[in-house]
T-cell receptor
């Protein structure tokens, strides 16, 4: 079973509109972290935002916010006032466990977001 | 600014040759680095975890003799694709964690290496 599911392979959004990118996850571990990364066409992976499983409030970073619904196991990324430069691939990722070890991230398949003028 | 440097960014090699990719942590020590592979329009797949001073931990299905990992110092991990074949053509990207290995510490990625084997 997939640990991270991103159901939107691609999205077209008008500039200045808000965007919601879906992410659901699957884990039985009570302690986990959820991450969103942006990958422009250049290939670099840019860290956007983090949400911990025990965090009481939804994470926010500038125009990015994370709509964390723990019971539904969803961690959707919301981008407010989208800009042309937001066009990129977006990946949701998870780290399970308490992080005491050296744990890599498990990534979803990504959503290709295209912002139209 | 970038905290992880990866080199080269692009490499084209002939089938049967070996290619070395370097991943450096800039201004911090990384006892652990991670190597990912990404196929076109696909997700990142963890290949192996590189541990400084010890053997790398490979994910299931990844050939350790094919993808040699060396993490000889706290700031450098290398991935060598040995006897490369066209099916090894891919985007390889390394990452490291800045700071303590806590659950909320993100991975910082290098800019990736696009390998093309002809």
């Amino acid at each position: 079973a997939q640990k991270i599911t991103q159901t939107q392979p691609g999205m077209f959004v008008q500039e200045k509109e808000a965007v919601t990118l879906d992410c659901t996850y699957d884990t039985s571990d009570p302690s986990y972290g959820l991450f969103w990364y942006k990958q422009p066409s250049s290939g670099e992976m840019i860290f956007l935002i983090y949400q911990g499983s025990y965090d009481q409030q939804n994470a926010t970073e500038g125009r990015y916010s994370l709509n964390f619904q723990k019971a539904r196991k969803s961690a959707n990324l919301v981008i407010s006032a989208s800009q042309l430069g937001d066009s990129a691939m977006y990946f949701c990722a998870m780290r399970e466990g308490r992080g005491g070890g050296a744990d890599g991230l498990t990534f979803g398949k990504g959503t290709h977001l295209i912002i139209q003028p | 600014g970038a905290v992880v440097s990866q080199h080269p960014s692009r490499v084209i090699c002939k089938s049967g040759t070996s290619v070395k990719i370097e991943c450096r942590s800039l201004d911090f020590q990384a006892t652990t680095m991670f190597w990912y592979r990404q196929f076109p329009k696909k997700s990142l797949m963890l290949m192996a975890t590189s541990n400084e001073g010890s053997k790398a931990t490979y994910e299931q299905g990844v050939e350790k003799d094919k993808f040699l990992i060396n993490h000889a110092s706290l700031t450098l991990s290398t991935l060598t694709v040995t006897s490369a074949h066209p099916e090894d053509s891919s985007f390889y990207i390394c990452s490291a964690r800045l700071g303590q290995a806590l659950n909320n510490s993100p991975l910082h990625f290098g800019n990736g290496t696009r390998l093309t084997v002809t």
